[in-house]
Each structure stands twice: as structure tokens, then as C-alpha cells.
């Protein structure tokens, strides 16, 4: 059997002042399968080379989109990856089968605690329904959107805590639990 093989996309605007997205990006770096792409680096002018990207896509089973939540929503680099890279007759439309069956895993980390995210909540909403929109982007793309794993109050989780997210996190990347789903 072929090994299942996983693209993560790790979108943060600034990597090097990052604490949570650099140390899960370097927790899952030397898994075999994997291939890390780091979108920052990918598009220096704002502008992906959008045939490489998608020849990226084509050439994955699973895609993982790594990221912290900002503004209730994706950073603006990965939203900027979609609308360049997502295009109508490759990810949709007339011909646009290229992610069909394919797999969406989510890897976020936001500031607010758990409890936050709740209709009674500082957040008023579940990250259930804040998700929606990137679980219709998924479902208009064809891709199996898995359960995200989320990391909540990301600033003030310790050392332990942070080992233990990111053991689970290559958990979920092992090649026997991606082909168990
Ligand atoms: C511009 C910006 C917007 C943010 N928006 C949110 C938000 O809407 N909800 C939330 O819970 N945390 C928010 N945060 C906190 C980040 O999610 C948190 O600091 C991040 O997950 C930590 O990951 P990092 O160390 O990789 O940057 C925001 C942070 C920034 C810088």
C-alpha cells in the first residue's frame, strides 16, 4: 500500500515571534511523510506561485492547515492561499475535482480559554460554529474535513502542556491513524 502522505500548511505571519505555531511546526518537521510548508516564505510580494501550490495539493492525501485564530478567523496569509490557490476549475466548479476525497485536518491555536467559546461565553459563540465557513470551504472542495485539534488559551499554557499538544499532534500525523479513517 502506498504510504498516505500529509502537507502541512503552517500560516502565520510571523513564525519567528511565534511560541505555539514554531513548536508544533518543529514537533511534526521529521516525520517522513510529511512535507511542511511554511506560507509566509511561500509568497514574499503576497503572491503564491498558485500552478506549484496546487501541484502540492495534487500530489497529498491529507492537507493539514496549521494556524493561529485571529480575528475569529484564518491569518490573512492563509486566506490569501485560498483566494489564489482554491481556484474555480481546480478546487471547484466545472472540472475542478482536484481535492475531491481527499482529507482537511485543522490545527489551531487561540488565546481565549475553552469556556470562552460558548453562547453564554466572552466569545458568544462555539468554535463549532465559528468554524463554518473553512467547513463549507472544505465541503464546496470535496475534502473530508477531520476533528480540528485545538489548542485554547495558547499564552498561558505551560511547557508540559505544550509537549503533551504537540505529542498529540504527530499522533494524529501518523501515517496507521490517518489510514484508519
Ligand atoms: C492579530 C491577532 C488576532 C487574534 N485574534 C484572536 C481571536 O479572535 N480569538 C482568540 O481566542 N485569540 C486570538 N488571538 C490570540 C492568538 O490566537 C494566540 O496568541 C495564538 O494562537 C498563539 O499562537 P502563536 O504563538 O503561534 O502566535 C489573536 C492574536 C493576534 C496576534
Same mark, same amino acid.
Given at each position: 500500500m502506498t504510504p498516505q502522505r500529509t502537507l502541512v500548511l503552517v500560516a502565520h505571519p510571523d513564525l519567528e515571534s511565534s511560541r505555539i505555531t514554531a513548536h508544533l511546526t518543529s514537533a511534526i518537521?521529521?516525520?517522513?511523510h510529511v512535507t511542511v510548508h511554511e506560507l509566509s516564505a511561500a509568497h514574499p $510580494? !503576497? !503572491?503564491? $506561485?498558485t500552478a506549484r501550490e496546487q501541484e502540492l495539493l495534487r500530489g497529498h492525501d491529507t492537507i493539514v492547515w496549521q494556524f493561529p485564530w485571529h480575528w475569529y478567523s484564518v491569518p490573512g496569509v492563509l486566506k490569501e492561499w485560498m483566494d489564489q490557490v482554491l481556484t474555480y476549475g481546480f478546487a471547484y %466548479?466545472? %472540472?475542478? %475535482?482536484?481535492?475531491? %476525497?481527499k482529507r482537511l485536518q485543522l490545527v489551531l491555536s487561540t488565546? @481565549?480559554?475553552?469556556?470562552?467559546?460558548?453562547?453564554? @461565553?466572552?466569545? !458568544?459563540?462555539t468554535m463549532e460554529e465559528l468554524l463554518r465557513p473553512l467547513d463549507a470551504t472544505a465541503h464546496l472542495c470535496g475534502l473530508e474535513m477531520a476533528e480540528p485539534l485545538i489548542l485554547h488559551s495558547a499564552p498561558r499554557v505551560d511547557a508540559d502542556e505544550l509537549g503533551r499538544h504537540a505529542a498529540r499532534y504527530r499522533e494524529l500525523l501518523a501515517p496507521a491513524s490517518v489510514a484508519a479513517r
Open positions: 518537521m521529521d516525520l517522513e $510580494d !503576497r !503572491r503564491f $506561485d %466548479g466545472a %472540472g475542478g %475535482g482536484a481535492l475531491h %476525497g488565546g @481565549g480559554p475553552e469556556s470562552s467559546y460558548a453562547p453564554a @461565553g466572552h466569545n !458568544r459563540f
